[in-house]
């Protein structure tokens, strides 16, 4: 039901007649993602009604929170960090990592075939992701579903609501399918959302009677946690319209949250939510060194500094016939241990055939670079090709340092020629592999 970009179609109604910005510099940003039972915690909290259930870690436990429960249909939902759960599939031949059930006793055999087993969604890749808990919930028999979001918007300099009179399913197949039937409204940061007009996205979205009501204290809710927490993105997919003994009620059926990063310092709370099992182990060590990393499918490691220049770079592996491994970022202020950090994590990256260095020394010191690129190849025994192009601060005394230390590096002044040299040497390495051999790399003197 969810989408990473879910939010782009509305949003693209709303940058249509909202003024262009342009960023001189784009910092990189992660935002943190919590489980979904995490974010029913979070929603029950802020006074937001949802449907009861609890998280279980073992099978035994699934079961008896069903029984618990006191309904014979419930819903057993893998806690895995992806789209598509319920298209899915386990690595135990189970299809679907959202199941109905019809009684107790199949949720323990159920959860047996999750916990511990590897979903693989449309968003994971053909790798999975661990299932390590799943989340036990009530059937309810909903009359109609809505599609509701928050997000911030970059066009518009704010948080924008995204909704639909169509929930249940992908919001960019609605917005493809039937445009008119998204709803979107920018809201000003420094007044916050108005009732009056949390009324008009209810009525609009054709909540009618007593449901108005509840749908405009919904909504404020959900805004309330999203400045509160310093969220990027709400969304609620399904929002429902559940029929219950006391009447009609407005219900958030399921959610996934989005938190700013760099508000962790404040978010305490939040950022302890975080899973880390969920990440590439890559991802997370480069976060605990400060280094900006995000793996890619390509054989040919980078490590630059500067978000900016990593981009030039991977795009010149690209017109060299190369892929690019990572994206990695030591920042403008890297130390030596940094970089030998850095260099450990590109390498532990098994597909990598070759790494190419790309620095610009601007309040970077090249000999900063050059001293743990230095400490890495001594320590890892690297003996993948290493081509190592630096320019300015301090370039000569790195270029000595590389020079003096007899290890085999290639250096290049040229970044062009740099990545044409890293391309070919990948190409080798791979080849070799291929044919069960191995290769020396011999620098000419």
Known sequence: MFASSAFRAGAAQVRASAPRVNIAHRMQTRNLSIHEHMSMGLLQKYGVTTPR???????????????????????????????????????TGLKGGVQLVYNPAQ????????????????????????????YVVERLYVRREFYFAIVMDRATRGPVIIASSQGGMNIEDVAAENPEAI?????????????????????????????IDQAVETF?????????KDST?????????????KGNAVMCMDAKFGFDDNAGFRQKDVFGLRDTTQEDPREVAAAKWDLNYI???????????????????????????????????????????????AFKIISSDPRVTAILVNIFGGIM????????????????????PLIVRLQGTQVDAAKKLIRESGLKIIAEDD?????????????????????GVDVAIEVPK
């Open 53 to 91: 259930g609890e998280v279980a870690t073992t099978p035994q436990q699934a079961e008896e929170i069903a029984r618990r429960l006191g309904s014979e249909d419930v819903v057993v939902k893998a806690q895995v960090l992806a789209g598509g759960r319920g298209k899915g599939h386990f690595d």
């Open 107 to 134: 949720v323990r055999s159920l959860a047996e075939k999750m916990l511990g087993h590897k979903l693989i969604t449309k968003q994971t890749g053909v790798g999975g992701r661990i299932c390590n808990a799943v």
């Open 183 to 211: 709803v979107t409204l920018p809201i000003d940061i420094n007044t916050g959302l108005k009732r009056e007009d949390a009324r008009s996205v209810a009525e609009k979205l054709g909540f009618t009677g007593d449901s």
């Open 220 to 228: 404020e809710n959900l805004y309330k946690i999203f400045i509160e």
């Open 233 to 245: 993105m709400i969304e609620i997919n399904p929002l429902a319209e559940v029929h219950t003994e």
């Open 295 to 341: 793996g890619l499918d390509g054989n040919i490691g980078c490590l630059v500094n500067g978000a900016g220049l990593a981009m030039a770079t991977m795009d010149i592996i690209k017109l060299h016939g190369g892929d690019p491994a990572n994206f990695l970022d030591v920042g403008g202020s890297a130390r030596a241990d940094q970089v030998t950090e």
């Open 365 to 384: 010191r090249c000999d900063v670079i050059a001293q743990g690129i230095i400490e890495a190849v001594n320590q890892l025994g690297l003996r993948l």
């Open 415 to 435: 970044l062009d020629e740099a990545a044409r040299k890293s391309v070919a040497m990948s190409k080798i390495v791979e080849s070799a592999r291929k044919a």
